[in-house]
Structures are given as C-alpha cells and as structure tokens.
Nanobody, 120 residues
Framework: QVQLMESGGGLVPSGASLRLSCKVY????????VAWFRRAPGKDHEGLSC????????ETSDALKDRFTTSVDRAKDTVYLDMNNLTPEDTATYYC?????????????WGLGTQVTVSS
C-alpha cells in the first residue's frame, strides 16, 4: 500500500515561485515513479512531470519545462515540484501520484491534492 500527501499550495501573486512537496508513505519497492498532475476547474487532469525516486530519471511536460522542475529526496521519500513565474493560468489543484509512468493519469495511487491559486 502506498499513500501520498501533497503540501505547499497556497495563494500567490503572478510571477511568484512555489515549491510543492509530495511525501510518499510505504515501501519504496511498491512504487517506481512519482508524477505531478494538476486539474483546473472544468478541465481534465494535466500531466506535469514524473520522476523515478530510484535513479532520478525524469520527464517534464514540454509546455512547462521552462518553469517547472521536479526533484526527489530519497532520504525523505519526498518528491518536489518547483514552479517559477506563476500565472493565473496555473491555478489548479495539484496532485502527486505513484505506480505508473509518463504524463497520462493512469497511476494507481493518488494524493488528495493541494490547491494553488495565482492572483493577477
């Protein structure tokens, strides 16, 4: 069983930076990859990035790689999403997920999400 908990969301002004954290609970043998998704009101899940906690190999959406970076601290079982130069279009609920690969939302385990709101 794997559980995930996101944190770090909040209300920020345009142009701000934010770091989201995803704490993974459970044996690392049970998950090989952790991904970040977001969902804005009325829209589908959008894949942002994914990373392997084992070897650090990662993938980031082409549309966001200039502003978003994902990293992992294996000692803390925590995956991070660093977001820079935020705009109101980044307003969404951000989720981390484990037990899959790539940027499609076909993952087995999901956190409850953390809200990010960017004011204009």
């Amino acid at each position: 069983q794997v559980q995930l908990m996101e944190s770090g969301g909040g209300l920020v002004p345009s142009g701000a930076s934010l770091r989201l954290s995803c704490k993974v609970y459970g044996s690392t043998k049970n998950y090989s990859n952790v991904a970040w998704f977001r969902r804005a009101p009325g829209k589908d899940h959008e894949g942002l990035s994914c990373i392997s906690p084992i070897d650090g190999k990662s993938e980031t959406s082409d549309a966001l790689k200039d502003r978003f970076t994902t990293s992992v601290d294996r000692a803390k079982d925590t995956v991070y999403l660093d977001m820079n130069n935020l705009t109101p279009e980044d307003t969404a609920t951000y989720y981390c997920a484990a037990g899959g690969w790539g940027l499609t939302p076909s993952y087995l385990y999901w956190g409850l999400g953390t809200q990010v709101t960017v004011s204009s």
